[in-house]
């Protein structure tokens, strides 16, 4: 993915703070997730979040992904 746009990198901020939904595409596969942190791990950035459904875990790294929108 191309880098974020201020626009999204703050709806992306907002949504970690109010624990909004996000629905993120990745390698053709579509993931609704509650992020909980957004941080720099190693030079790349990632989202961790848990599925709001089964609590799992999951760790997204912003280049990895297609595309990004948060659940209003």
Do not use: C, W
Not at 38 to 59: F, K, N, Q, S, W
């Amino acid at each position: 993915m191309a880098e974020l746009t201020t626009e999204q990198y703050d709806r992306l901020e907002r949504a970690v703070i109010d624990k909004k939904r996000i629905v993120i595409y990745r390698r053709g596969t579509e993931y609704i997730v509650i992020p909980n942190r957004l941080h720099l791990v190693g030079g790349r950035e990632r989202i961790e979040a848990v599925h709001p459904t089964t609590g799992d875990r999951m760790t997204i790294f912003l280049d990895e992904i297609d595309s990004l929108q948060v659940i209003n």
